[in-house]
């Protein structure tokens, strides 16, 4: 489970609606990732940046984490970004200098209780991961509630998710979700969230984690905390809006 800094390859590039790609990546020594669901790596994209830094972007792993040698990412491309496109334009067979895996967003092992995975956008490349990992399949049950602008054409389908989802998770889509940037956005977020659980008992899950709009995911930590979550049960991976960097 060593962190690593190497090469990756670019094995395989499968385009996915308009403006994202599904890449295969591997590690150019064959060696395994060590990775657990819902971690990512940081992938150099190779473009210098106006101030001169490398532009380096995390990308979640949303490949079942049994295969640890060929692993996959999806990327959406985001306007004009360096490290997106980049992605959705390099050539099968390029190689990459990456590292990781990184992230605490996981199960832990042998996890038995119930989890929720809530996803925003983009996030939920993390949110498969983890229900696709090994911590995953011991658990007593797992739900996981997407919310995103629109599930069809945003980045992934609703099928695509649907059909590497184990039969077991149940997924929540709530397809009609506020936009990136929308002011509103936490406060639906949290009655979404609200709506979900108000069948359930209370404190109903032994974990939750949640991934994609930092300005979403955090306002939502604070109601489930106001609701009874433990301290310390509610993980969080901002993809962008990260209210704890200056500009994310
Ligand atoms: C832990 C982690 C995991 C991530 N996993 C994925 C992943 O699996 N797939 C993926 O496509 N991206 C993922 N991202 C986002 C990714 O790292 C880059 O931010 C994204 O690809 C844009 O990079 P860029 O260089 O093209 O554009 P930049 O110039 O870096 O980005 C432009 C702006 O867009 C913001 N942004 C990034 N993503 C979105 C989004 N979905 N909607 C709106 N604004 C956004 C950035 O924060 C930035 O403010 C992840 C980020 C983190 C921190």
């Known amino acids: 489970m060593a962190q690593g800094s190497a090469k990756i390859r670019i094995a395989r590039a499968e385009p996915l609606g ?23 790596v940081i992938i150099n ?4 940046l106006p101030g001169g ?23 959406k ?9 980049v992605l959705n334009d390099i050539a099968v067979g390029a190689e990459l200098e990456w590292s990781g ?28 991961g983890v229900a696709r990992s090994a911590a ?15 599930a069809e054409g945003y980045f992934l389908s609703e099928r695509f998710v649907r059909e590497r989802l184990p039969a077991s998770v149940r ?9 990136v940037g929308h002011p509103e956005r936490p406060a639906r ?26 300005a979403v995911i955090y306002p939502l930590r604070d109601r489930l905390t106001s609701l009874g979550a433990p301290e310390g049960s509610v993980l969080l991976e901002s993809f962008f809006n990260n209210p704890l960097k200056k500009s994310a």
Do not use: M
């Open 77 to 85: 491309r985001i306007g004009a970004g360096p490290g997106s496109n």
């Open 18 to 40: 308009h403006g994202a790609r599904l890449l295969r990546i591997e590690r150019a020594d064959g060696a395994e990732l060590g990775f657990a669901g819902g971690q990512y």
């Open 101 to 128: 895996p990184w992230g605490k967003l996981r199960l832990p092992p042998g996890f038995s209780g119930r989890a929720l995975a809530i996803a925003t956008d983009t996030g939920i490349t993390a949110a498969l």
């Open 136 to 150: 995953a399949a011991g658990a007593a049950q797992l739900d996981l509630l997407w919310l995103v602008e629109s």
């Open 171 to 179: 997924l929540t889509v709530a397809g009609d979700f506020l936009p």
């Open 189 to 214: 977020a949290c009655a979404l969230v609200d709506q979900h659980l108000q069948h359930l008992s209370p404190a109903p899950y032994d974990a939750v984690l949640c991934a994609g709009d930092g």
């Open 45 to 48: 994209t190779g473009v210098t």
């Open 53 to 75: 830094k490398l532009a380096k972007r995390a990308y979640s792993l949303l490949s079942s984490d049994a295969e640890q040698r060929a692993v996959e990412i999806a990327v």
